[in-house]
């Protein structure tokens, strides 16, 4: 079922720092995994996915890093900027599930000071 | 990437009434769109899955006469909130699959803000 948070945990970053943001799973059978970043008031974006026969995938300034042995995936944001701040959720789908439903996690608030 | 659109971006009504929410890939067609609600400062919450002719499938615990969901075409979902009350003031958001040959994304919409009176 779908994580559900009433606190959202909070990162707080000087601007160019990197941030890390970590997410732990539970369906050991998912295989495939996607960060989004949610502005206030607006829909998730996609910012990066990862598949599970991977470990580790880089986009512009971000990387994703997959552990499958302790189910934990993490989002890394280099020189991070305050355009950054916002809500980042992973996501999670497992092939044998159908239409390819996602399950979110409970999402991280990232606040990034000037 | 490819857009999805919801109208209307904000919506307040009376208790009671009733309130249709529509969702449209705008450059894609979407066999599979998705329905999510999302209380302040909480996750997004799976409603519903939406199919392109059939009907939707529903996530436990969401009650299927309250919120009616219609998928007529390959890039058109509509949610409606019938007999709309305050609790039911939330930020719903919609999501389109695009499943092809390379690619199987998921998209959302801006969502809906929805204030029930």
């Known amino acids: 079922g779908e994580s559900v948070g009433l606190h959202l945990p909070t990162l707080s970053v000087q601007e160019g720092d990197n941030s890390i943001i970590n997410c732990a799973y539970s369906?050991?059978?998912?295989?495939?995994f996607i960060w989004y970043k949610q502005e206030s008031g607006k829909g998730p974006q996609f910012i990066i996915d990862?598949?599970?026969?991977?470990d580790k995938r880089q986009g512009q300034r971000v990387t994703v890093l997959l552990n499958k042995t302790v189910k934990h995936l993490s989002l890394q944001i280099a020189a991070t900027q305050p355009g950054d701040s916002a809500v980042y959720f992973c996501?999670?789908?497992?092939?044998?599930?159908?239409?390819?439903?996602?399950?979110f996690g409970q999402g991280t608030i990232l606040t990034v000071h000037p | 990437g490819a857009v999805v659109s919801q109208h209307p971006s904000w919506v307040i009504c009376k208790s009671g009434t009733s309130v249709k929410i529509e969702c449209r890939s705008l450059?894609?067609?979407?066999?599979?769109m998705f329905w999510y609600r999302q209380f302040p400062k909480q996750s997004l919450m799976l409603m519903a899955t939406?199919?392109?002719?059939?009907?939707?499938?529903?996530e436990q615990g969401v009650e299927k006469d309250k919120f009616l969901i219609n998928h007529a075409s390959l890039t058109l979902s509509t949610l409606t909130v019938t007999s709309a009350h305050p609790e039911d003031s939330s930020f719903y958001i919609c999501?389109?699959?695009?499943?092809?040959?390379?690619?199987?994304?998921?998209?959302f919409g801006p969502g809906t803000r929805l204030t029930v009176l």
């Open positions: 999501s389109a699959r695009d499943s092809g040959f390379l690619t199987d994304t998921q998209y």
């Open positions: 369906n050991s059978a998912s295989d495939y």
């Open positions: 990862i598949r599970s026969n991977m």
């Open positions: 996501a999670e789908i497992s092939e044998s599930t159908s239409y390819g439903k996602l399950t």
């Open positions: 450059d894609f067609q979407a066999t599979t």
């Open positions: 939406s199919n392109e002719g059939s009907k939707a499938t529903y």
